[in-house]
């Protein structure tokens, strides 16, 4: 954070000096997850349940505990000299900012940029919410589960294979019981694999390429080993993945019927590989992106079997593995929990009772996405949500995706790989989740037709909304408050309003619009010359902002972005709390004076990951020491000194040198302000002043200035030099 603002500051500051008008705005996200969180957290310690509280005091508390941390950073932050307008920042809580949110999801709703569709997402057990990307980090795991589960093949056009037992590989158990499909790789070669285990023979389509991992995994000798311990494998022959068109398997607990009686079709998949696995995916809609891809595009549907608090439908009583919560009440066990989804656990003793698990472990390492809030595991699950699409025509030419990739050609990124960072997210990324089920954040203001996904786009509806909105924020969005939003050409009792929120994302892609196209500070405009944040906001707040501005004005609210790397230890380490190795902007303040943490931030190669710790910060000190030694040396030189002779023609060659060395520097620091290259801006400075002037220039003329009389022309040309 202190990083972050110094650079802004810098910025401003810079570019005032070369002559332009740089006002800075401070601002603050006020709405989502994280305070949601924190107010819980004081609920939680209660024993109270957030969920009984009434939504319109929930967020008074929101609003309550926001405000107090934008009031306690202010203070922080101008302690830190950051120049700005901290009397009337922006803050998205405010009324105006929240009106403008929902009108530029307006601007969306009547351009028919928004759907209403079902689609596996990133979801948070613990939260009850969706989550966007940028809401996710990523956390490496060595204790997950790996399980090779065998389908029965039941029908095929494929000669040898009947009976065969197509081998899938999974490190999530939990998914198994909503599987619906396999999916194969068309030019994967398949080997059919004949084994001996005692007096047991079976036989298993894997993969050509992954034979050998499986057998390992299995615990089976290498093909064509011979008998080793009551056991050999051999191979009876291969086949194209093409020709497994038409093949159909029974789920492993087909004897349960009902849902797991169909049996389940072989597709394929362009997304299958021998990487790793077995080279046969099994396909669940409800918990996969390219699940759900390919089994809708087959008329298979997910069938919505995980609650939102992570656990299984209470109907599907079979899985067993009961929690039982505060009121006495037992419940289905969340999936993810280890005692559920562990190899020992309910998913896979099932498994093994109907003889299907040809191995599990809990030792598979791979990086898992977490909660970044909350630091608990999320899953793929498919709700109902509102989306933004990426790929469907605009007004105006163009779609949202195509608009942001020539964009994003178009601005210029600081440093450089900046662009092909956030080009890489906005070419792949999924359609737009804008949609969260919570409670603190600016409401999707839409009324849906009633038991349909089709909203209403009235344009008098909607302003009605967006100024009441203005006059009373997000609280104004409320059931009884229908009708009147309605108007008299609807009937309130065909429409229903729709409860969820807006990403947080989406609030501060707006920024650009309720700060620099408000009025409320005559001194912006738009488009913004510049964006600065850390890397981590190419998936954030750029890139939303991005997408914002190119749905409804054709262009990036920006022209230039500039991105800082992030602050580790002096060991190179993440700074952690549980490491001990966290470094407090305040306490360094303390210690050493603002000064100090300012030129630590202008001093080190912000664009990458950068260190700081006692030993840095005592360097930093002593070139604070020598700027200060220098400025100090020259006022104290120049009391009482209020000649010129810079238009006399007897300034010696000296003189005349260094002021030349002073204009060369002028250009350089021009050029690195113009770059924003401040590591190269301080360097600089400290070089002039430690070796040009100390160490040459002022050691030079130190005698002319204390034994010279008030008349000598030198003394007042070495004078005119240092003014």
């Given at each position: 954070h202190a990083l972050n603002h110094i650079l802004k500051d810098m910025v401003c500051r810079t570019q005032n000096l070369m002559g332009k008008d740089a006002p800075y705005v401070p601002g603050w996200d006020c709405h989502g997850l994280p305070i949601e969180w924190k107010v819980e957290e004081k609920y939680r310690k209660k024993k109270l349940n957030k969920d009984e509280v009434p939504a319109k005091e929930f967020r008074a508390e929101c609003r309550t505990y926001a405000q107090g941390w934008v009031?306690?950073?202010?203070?922080?932050?101008?302690?830190?000299?950051?120049m700005g307008d901290w009397d009337n920042p922006y803050l998205t809580m405010d009324f105006q900012a929240e009106s403008t949110i929902v009108a530029e999801l307006m601007k969306f709703a009547e351009a028919g940029n928004l759907y209403r569709g079902s689609k596996p997402i990133m979801w948070s057990p613990v939260e009850k919410t969706a989550l966007a990307e940028a809401e996710v980090e990523y956390e490496d795991l060595t204790d997950s589960p790996q399980i090779d589960v065998a389908f029965e093949i039941i029908e095929t056009n494929a000669q040898g294979l009947l009976g065969a037992k197509a081998v899938i590989?999974?490190?999530?158990?939990?998914?198994?019981?909503?599987?619906?499909?396999?999916?194969?790789?068309?030019?994967v070669n398949y080997m059919l694999l004949n084994v001996v285990d005692g007096d047991e023979k079976s036989m298993y389509l894997v993969a050509e390429d992954l034979v050998p991992d499986f057998l390992s995994r299995a615990g089976l000798p290498s093909l064509g080993s011979g008998m080793v311990d009551g056991k050999s494998v051999?191979?009876?022959?291969?086949?194209?993945?093409?020709?497994?068109?038409?093949?159909?398997?029974?789920?492993?607990?087909?004897?349960?019927?009902?849902?797991?009686?169909t049996p389940r079709p072989f597709l394929e998949g362009d997304f299958v590989t021998t990487d790793s696995g077995t080279g046969l995916v099994h396909m669940s809609p409800d918990h996969g992106e390219d699940d759900f891809d390919l089994c809708k595009a087959n008329g298979i549907n997910p069938v919505f079997a995980v609650m939102d608090d992570g656990r299984y439908r209470d109907d599907w009583s079979w899985l067993g593995a009961d929690d039982v919560d505060a009121d006495g009440k037992a419940r289905r066990r969340a999936v993810i929990n280890k005692p559920f989804n562990a190899p020992d656990g309910p998913i896979c003793n099932d498994l093994r009772e109907a003889g299907a698990l040809l191995s599990a472990s809990a030792d598979y390492a791979h990086s898992y996405p977490h909660s970044w809030r909350s630091k608990a595991k999320v899953i793929y699950r498919c709700t109902p949500q509102w989306f933004v699409p990426m790929d469907k025509e605009l007004e105006g030419g163009g779609t949202l995706r195509s608009r942001g990739m020539s964009e994003i050609d178009r601005v210029e990124f600081v440093p450089e790989k900046g662009q092909n960072r956030i080009g890489?997210?906005?070419?792949?990324?999924?359609?737009?989740?804008?949609?969260?089920?919570?409670?603190?954040?600016?409401?999707?203001?839409?009324?849906?037709?009633?038991?349909t996904s089709e909203y209403l786009s009235?344009?008098?509806?909607?302003?009605?909304?967006?100024?009441?909105?203005?006059?009373e924020g997000v609280d104004a969005w409320e059931e009884a408050r229908k009708a009147e939003f309605l108007g008299a050409d609807y009937n309130p009792d065909d429409y229903d309003m729709v409860m969820d929120i807006l990403d947080v994302w989406f609030d501060s892609g707006c920024t650009h619009s309720f700060v620099l196209e408000s009025g409320r500070w005559p001194d912006l405009q738009w488009p913004a010359n510049l964006y600065l944040e850390g890397s981590d906001q190419h998936r954030g707040w750029f890139q939303s902002s991005l997408l914002q501005s190119c749905a409804t004005r054709g262009r990036a609210p920006y022209d230039q972005v500039l991105t800082h790397g992030f602050t580790m230890d002096s060991k190179g380490?993440?700074?952690?709390?549980?490491?001990?190795?966290?470094?407090?902007?305040?306490?360094?303040m303390e210690q050493y004076g603002a000064d100090i943490v300012r030129l630590w931030a202008l001093s080190v190669d912000f664009t990458e990951d950068h260190r700081i710790g006692d030993e840095i910060l005592k360097g930093v000190g002593d070139q604070y020491r020598r700027l200060r030694n220098t400025f100090r040396y020259l006022l104290g030189a120049l009391d009482g000194f209020i000649g010129d002779m810079s238009d006399s023609g007897e300034i010696p060659e000296?003189?005349?040198y260094v002021l030349s060395l002073l204009s060369d520097l002028d250009g350089k620091l021009r050029k690195a302000a113009t770059e924003y290259d401040?590591?190269?801006?301080?360097?600089?400075?400290?070089?002039?002043?430690?070796?040009?002037?100390?160490?040459?220039?002022?050691?030079?003329r130190k005698d002319t200035l204390y034994c010279d009389g008030p008349d000598s022309t030198t003394r007042n040309a070495y004078r005119t030099v240092l003014d």
């Open positions: 009031d306690t950073q202010r203070e922080q932050l101008k302690r830190l000299g950051i590989w999974t490190t999530t158990p939990w998914t198994i019981p909503v599987n619906q499909a396999l999916a194969y790789g068309a030019d051999e191979y009876d022959f291969v086949i194209k993945g093409s020709d497994l068109a038409g093949t159909k398997a029974r789920h492993p607990m087909h004897h349960l019927g009902g849902f797991y009686a890489s997210m906005v070419e792949g990324r999924p359609d737009w989740v804008l949609s969260r089920q919570r409670a603190w954040g600016v409401p999707i203001t839409l009324f849906l037709k009633s038991g009235d344009p008098a509806v909607n302003a009605r909304i967006v100024a009441a909105v203005a006059a380490k993440k700074m952690s709390k549980s490491l001990g190795n966290t470094i407090s902007p305040l306490k360094v000296l003189e005349v401040f590591n190269t801006y301080t360097r600089l400075l400290v070089d002039f002043c430690n070796e040009d002037l100390s160490a040459f220039f002022f050691d030079i």
